[in-house]
């Protein structure tokens, strides 16, 4: 069984820049969370997907940041305009359902902003 | 607030010198405490789930436990290849994210 995809690996930008963060979840796995994790910190949760809804994205930037998953599959996350404390590494990760409560995570695409 | 606690931030260890990681939490529920792996430059991998008190399972060279109020990751005779950094989570209702810790980052010398 494949694993979480994501793309790209590495990016760095200037400040002010937009960038997308693209994930592709297990096949089958019907909810999608996109977290943040700064250097020396835990993941921390942006926003979650059951299938192409939005169940939780309390925390995030909604200002800068925006995501997508039209087809209940695959997710696009976006900054814009980037800011320096963005810098970080984005996870995807993702579960069968909201009652199955493992997730199972991607490699992260660590964003350097400049 | 929930909020999840984990010590030490660091730990050295001899390959072969046993030792634990705790994990402290308060959440205003708990549908279940999760464990990851995560080695650098890669996503967390997972280890294990934990539900109610006095719950404890096992993978190779590791032991996790649960109380009512912390969890702990026992690493029995650890091998280099321990060496990465171990991520507590709470997950505090079905289906709601999870909620890390800053992690433990153990590192094994032979």
């Known amino acids: 069984e494949a694993g979480v995809a994501q793309s790209p690996r590495y990016k760095i930008i200037e400040k002010r820049q937009s960038v997308a963060f693209w994930c592709n979840p297990i096949?089958?796995?019907?909810?999608l969370y996109w977290y943040q994790q700064i250097l020396g910190q835990g993941p921390k949760l942006l926003i979650q997907?059951?299938?192409?809804?939005?169940?939780?994205d309390s925390q995030l930037p909604k200002d800068r940041f925006s995501a997508e998953r039209l087809k209940g599959v695959d997710s696009t996350l976006k900054i814009q305009p980037a800011k320096l404390e963005d810098s970080a590494v984005y996870l995807c990760?993702?579960?069968?359902?909201?009652?199955?409560?493992?997730?199972?995570f991607g490699p992260g695409t660590r964003l350097t902003v400049l | 607030e929930d909020q999840v606690t984990q010590s030490p931030e660091a730990l050295r260890l001899q390959e072969g010198e046993s030792s634990s990681l705790n994990c402290s939490y308060t959440?205003?529920?708990?549908?279940?405490l999760f464990w990851y792996r995560q080695d650098p430059g890669k996503g967390p991998e997972f280890l294990f789930t934990?539900?109610?008190a006095g719950e404890e399972k096992e993978k190779e060279r590791l032991k996790a436990t649960l109380t009512k109020k912390e969890s702990f990751l026992h690493i029995t005779a650890p091998k280099p290849e321990d060496s990465a950094t171990y991520l507590c989570?709470?997950?505090?209702?079905?289906?709601?994210?999870?909620?890390f810790g800053k992690g433990t980052t153990l590192s094994v010398s032979s």
């Open positions: 096949s089958g796995h019907a909810t």
């Open positions: 934990l539900y109610s």
């Open positions: 997907f059951q299938n192409n809804g939005v169940v939780d």
């Open positions: 990760a993702s579960s069968r359902g909201q009652s199955y409560n493992e997730q199972f």
């Open positions: 959440v205003s529920g708990l549908r279940g």
């Open positions: 989570a709470v997950m505090p209702q079905a289906g709601t994210a999870l909620i």
